[in-house]
């Protein structure tokens, strides 16, 4: 993350740990693992009409190879009829990989761009 904050004018480790220890709760966080090692980790918490996805990160030298996918997948069919929200750097490689997997972009703030996708199930109950 630090060279797309950089790229922003964002980067500042202090306000990093502020809001990773506003946003820590451990029962969210999942570690995601490949081929035995730790790969990354995935916060996922839920809220009474949606979920949200936050400090999804997967290590460099894992990116590429579909884990991010196959995770986000995952978490995408655990409650595939609830809308998933999360929140995008502006400018990062991420919003494509988001925007591929059917989220759609609803508004953007000051450095974020912010993300729903509707659920599997979107479709069929607004018909």
Sequence with gaps: MRPHLERVGRFDPARRRARMRAAFDPAAFRLIEAEGRMAGCVAVLDHPDHREIHSFYIEPAAQGRGLGRAVLDAILAEQPARPVRLEVLKESPAARFYERAGFRL??????DLHYEHPGVGAAV???
């Design 106 to 111: 609803t508004h953007e703030s000051a450095f």
């Design 125 to 127: 109950r607004g018909a």
